[in-house]
Structures are given as structure tokens and as C-alpha cells.
């Protein structure tokens, strides 16, 4: 029997402590940056088990190091922030919890993405891995990310010191519960969630009577060009072979039927999979407005605002191919390849930051009756609620179980003690 097979036959010793955390936290989400119960719960948990415990960085993020001889650093990933969504699963776990959001509103709160799923998986990983020491060596380090959902959780922890208290790892590694057949888990080399950006746009016109146009530059009239005319960057300006997603999801402009406004703000989103295409398209979008304006005899040059950006997220080969290696051993069938995601992660800023490879891979969270039911019905997006939908809960088993067990076996992968 493998390591992982060792280890992981110990699961149903953890299950039941798995379970009541994970519920627990289901019913008591925090918002990205407010994830202070989370953490100290974590924290606890962890200190527990044996590892060394680091709080508060980047404001609510935890580190947890444990040691086990000479061999490679590991780093586990898993992200604690839940959204501004009001629970209707009608779980008895469900959340009921309200807090004060960024802008100061009372919101209601979710785990609407599953992030409580991966907070449970990585400690019940770390607590068998923390009970079986004989079976592997190196250095696990398990990271409790805050606010992923606002894309700058990572970022802050970064910039608040991390890679210099921590053991330097030479592998990251994170997953996703996606919809999908409860009890799978999916890889896939190579680019896996796209890159985003938000682009806010200020036209300047010249405002006035709405019965006198000719003295004016109408930026409503302008702001409706720009939109019809960044549609061609997508689909004449990028190769069909390159996906690239463009939305204007905001236009403002003018306050009443008869006054011709000063100016009007357009915000877009753009995903992407390659950073030429991101470069390529931003700058194809600059050019289209500033021409656009430029046709309109704009007083003044347009203003533009990037925000809410994520990194691209491309899973190195090498690293991938030997995770997905550990999971077709262990799992058999139940392992597949994962679909390229328009969804958007800052995981790999950490990586990215310590210069080392990663992989993140997606396990299903559906159950795989209602899935397969879905599926030959052609009704899966209808039927089987996505992350982010008030509706999406994911199984609690086997999703556990298979999270837990993924998350020991791609780690084994580097740690395994027979491996050297
Ligand atoms: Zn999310
Ligand atoms: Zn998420």
C-alpha cells in the first residue's frame, strides 16, 4: 500500500471533527478581509495538531508550518472569505449571518463558493498528515488565504511579509469545488482560469441644451459607439483559437431627457488565458476609445482606471503531470482532466511571488445522482447551481472526504518518505 492509501485509511478518525467544522463554518461566514472567527478557529485547530501558527497576515491570513526531517517544502492552499449573498439552499447549516460590508451596508453572508469546503479539506489533511508522521518527510506549510473573492487576499499576504515567514517551498498547491460529480477530481496543464480586469472608461463631451446639439459632443452618443465598436476586438482582432471574454457591464451617462451630459463612464471586464492576448486587447481597447473620442472632437483625452485585477492562473506541466500521476494512482477513474474556466483566482500571486511552480485542480462538489441525472436531460447549467448562486451547496460527502484525500495525495507526491 502507497503512503497515501496508509494515511488517508485513518480518514474516518478525522471525519466527524471534519464535518462539525465544516458546518460550523458554513453557518457562520465572513466577508473577504473580515475572516477573524475563521482564522482563530484555524489557528486553534491547527496549533492543536502540532504545527507552528502564524495570525495575522495580511490582516486575517494563517500560516501553519510543521516539520518532519529533511525533504522538500510543500505549500497548501486553501482560501477562507465567503460572499454578500443571501443563503436558499434550506440547509439546517445554512448561514442566516449578516455584516457591514466595505461600502458600509449590511449584507447578508454566504458561502457561496465552497472556500469553507477548502478550509475543512486542508485541515483534516494537515491533522493526518500531523498523525502519521512515519509515513513522509519535509516541510508542510498549510495557508489559510483571506478575501480571494476580492482578488487581493494573496497580494496581502505577500506584502505583509510571507515568503519570509515561512519555509521557502519549492511547490504550491490549491483547489477548487466546481460543479461536478461529488467524489472526482480534475487536472489540467497548461492555463486553467483566465486573467481578468476591470477597465473604467471616462468619456469627456461638451454638455448642453438637448435642443442645441450642434454645440455641443454628446458623450452619450459617443459611449454608445465605444460599446458596439470594442466588440470587433474580440471578434476580429483576436484568433477564434484564442478565448477572450469582453463585457461592458456598466454605462452612466446625463441626468435628464433634455440636457446633454459632460461626460459618461463606461466599466468593462476582460478575461483572458494568455498574457499577450491580455496586453494585446488592452491596448486595442485604448486605441478603439481614444479614436472613438478622437471622432468626436472630445475637448479632452479620455480617462482610463484599471481595477479588480486577477492573475492568469496557467498550471505548470511538470508539476501538474505529477500530480495528476498521484491522483490516477489513488483515485483510478474517479481522476479526469478539468475544463478551462472562465472563472478567475489570485492563488498564483503567492507563487508567483516565490518564484515556484503550482497547480490547481477542481473537485466536484455535486450530487453525482442529480449530476448525471442533469447531464442526460441536457439541463446541467439549469439544474445544478453554480458557485456564487444562493442556491450552491456542495454535498457534504464525498466532497470532504475527496478534497482531504486529494490534497494528501498530491502532497505526497513531493513527500512521500519511500520516494527517496
Ligand atoms: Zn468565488
Ligand atoms: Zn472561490
Known amino acids: 500500500m502507497g503512503a497515501a492509501a496508509q494515511i488517508l485509511q485513518h480518514y474516518d478518525s478525522i471525519l466527524l471533527e471534519q464535518e462539525d467544522f465544516y458546518q460550523d463554518l458554513h453557518r457562520n461566514p465572513e466577508l473577504s478581509h473580515q475572516e477573524h472567527r475563521t482564522a482563530a478557529n484555524v489557528a486553534r485547530c491547527m496549533t492543536s495538531y502540532g504545527f507552528e501558527v502564524e495570525t495575522g497576515i495580511g490582516k486575517t491570513g494563517v500560516a501553519a508550518v510543521l516539520h518532519n526531517g529533511s525533504g522538500p517544502t510543500v505549500l497548501l492552499r486553501a482560501d477562507m472569505d465567503a460572499l454578500p449573498l443571501k443563503e436558499g439552499t434550506g440547509a439546517d447549516y445554512a448561514s442566516t449571518v449578516t455584516a457591514v460590508d466595505q461600502a458600509g451596508e449590511q449584507v447578508p453572508v454566504m458561502h457561496a463558493c465552497g472556500h469553507d469546503i477548502h478550509v475543512a479539506c486542508l485541515l483534516g489533511a494537515s491533522q493526518l498528515f500531523a498523525g502519521h508522521q512515519e509515513l513522509w518527510k519535509g516541510t508542510l506549510v498549510a495557508l489559510f488565504q483571506p478575501a480571494e473573492e476580492t482578488g487581493d487576499g494573496a497580494r496581502a499576504m505577500i506584502d505583509d511579509g510571507l515568503l519570509a515567514r515561512i519555509p521557502a517551498p519549492e511547490v504550491a498547491l490549491a483547489q477548487h469545488v466546481l460543479p461536478g460529480p461529488s467524489g472526482r477530481v480534475a487536472t489540467r496543464p497548461g492555463a486553467v482560469l483566465s486573467s481578468a480586469d476591470s477597465v473604467r472608461i471616462t468619456v469627456h463631451g461638451r454638455g448642453g441644451h438637448g435642443s442645441m446639439p450642434q454645440n455641443t459632443v454628446d458623450p452619450v452618443v459617443l459611449a454608445a459607439m465605444i460599446v458596439v465598436r470594442l466588440q470587433p476586438i474580440i471578434s476580429r482582432e483576436t484568433p477564434p483559437t484564442e478565448p477572450a471574454v469582453l463585457t461592458v457591464g456598466s454605462l452612466r451617462a446625463g441626468t435628464k431627457s433634455n440636457i446633454i451630459a459632460d461626460e459618461a463612464v463606461l466599466e468593462l471586464n476582460l478575461r483572458t488565458y494568455t498574457d499577450s492576448v491580455r496586453q494585446r486587447i488592452l491596448a486595442s481597447i485604448r486605441r478603439t476609445v481614444q479614436a472613438e473620442c478622437q471622432a468626436s472632437g472630445c475637448p479632452k483625452e479620455p480617462e482610463f482606471e ?100 486529494a490534497l494528501v495525495t498530491a502532497a505526497l507526491a513531493w513527500l512521500d518518505a519511500d520516494d527517496r
Open 306 to 405: 484599471i481595477f479588480d485585477r486577477f492573475p492568469l492562473t496557467a498550471n505548470d506541466k511538470e508539476t501538474t503531470a505529477r500530480v495528476a500521476g498521484a491522483f490516477s494512482n489513488y483515485f483510478g477513474d474517479r481522476a479526469g482532466g478539468l475544463d478551462l474556466q472562465t472563472a478567475s483566482e489570485d492563488f498564483s500571486d503567492i507563487p508567483r511571488a516565490a518564484r515556484i511552480p503550482y497547480t490547481y485542480w477542481g473537485i466536484g462538489g455535486t450530487d453525482p445522482e442529480a449530476w448525471h441525472a442533469a447531464e442526460l436531460a441536457g439541463r446541467v447549467q439549469e439544474d445544478i447551481p453554480a458557485n456564487h448562486s444562493p442556491m450552491f451547496l456542495p454535498v457534504l460527502q464525498p466532497t470532504l472526504r475527496t478534497g482531504t484525500e
